[in-house]
């Protein structure tokens, strides 16, 4: 069975700050991996997504993801945060012809101004 | 185009009661899937249905079932409410295909459920 793996529950930085947000996932197969966030009090939204091609992918708000097949993982990054990227993140993946997403626990993230 | 669309919002209920909520998905979306959301558990899936066939489900009791009608609103239902099923409920609708080419999903705000 599929299952994702956050390794940070909650992480803490200051503006300006790099951020990395780690995933790893359990499938042995071809996947498709994706990004959402949860910002306070709005619905979870696509950050971005990986299906196939180049392995770094870019997604709004400056954010990117890079797949790394022989690790697993699929990890969040952005060189410079801000205030506003205050939020939870969710990664998830699916088995192409899968009809679920599977989404890992969530990293809270917490921007001081 | 409008969004994801959950209602109840909020509700509370007892113990042993049942709860039905609803979901109305973007318009032209076909498949829709349930999640439950809990603080330190992330998301869990609940169930999914495209074209009113549930197409998978994930590993929760009996109690939750779902069903879609021909206009792909869908509606969850749980029975013999226990205090664990306290969540939030999301509903995220997406224009996959049986291929499922696009993998995007568009979320509900949710209906947070108070089980006392």
């Known amino acids: 069975a599929q299952s994702v793996s956050q390794h940070n529950h909650h992480v803490i930085l200051s503006e300006a700050a790099s951020l990395e947000l780690g995933c790893n996932y359990s499938?042995?197969?071809?996947?498709?991996l994706f990004w959402y966030v949860q910002y306070p009090g709005q619905h979870l939204q696509l950050l971005l997504k990986?299906?196939?091609?180049?392995?770094l992918v870019k997604g709004i708000k400056g954010f990117e993801a890079e797949f790394i097949k022989s690790k697993f993982s699929f990890n969040l990054r952005k060189p410079s945060v801000q205030w506003s990227d205050t939020a939870e993140y969710f990664c998830?993946?699916?088995?192409?012809?899968?009809?679920?997403?599977?989404f890992g626990k969530g990293t809270r993230l917490h921007i001081l101004p | 185009k409008a969004g994801v669309t959950q209602t109840p919002r909020y509700l509370i209920k007892t113990r042993g009661q049942q709860v039905t909520l609803s979901c109305s998905p973007i318009?032209?979306?076909?498949?829709v899937s349930w999640y439950q959301q809990t603080p330190g558990q992330g998301l869990q899936f609940l169930f999914e249905?495209?074209?009113?066939?549930?197409?998978n489900k994930g590993n929760f009791p009996g109690r939750f079932s779902g069903r879609q009608f021909s206009n792909s609103r869908s509606e969850m239902n749980v029975s013999t409410l226990e205090l664990g099923d306290s969540a939030l409920y999301l509903c995220?609708?997406?224009?996959?295909?049986?291929?499922?080419?696009?993998?995007?999903?568009?979320f509900g705000e949710g209906s947070r459920l108070t089980v006392l």
């Open positions: 998830a993946v699916n088995a192409p012809r899968d009809d679920k997403i599977i």
């Open positions: 318009s032209g979306h076909r498949s």
């Open positions: 249905y495209f074209s009113e066939t549930q197409r």
């Open positions: 499938y042995g197969g071809t996947v498709n």
């Open positions: 995220a609708s997406s224009s996959l295909t049986r291929e499922r080419d696009t993998g995007e999903l568009f």
């Open positions: 990986y299906f196939s091609g180049d392995p």
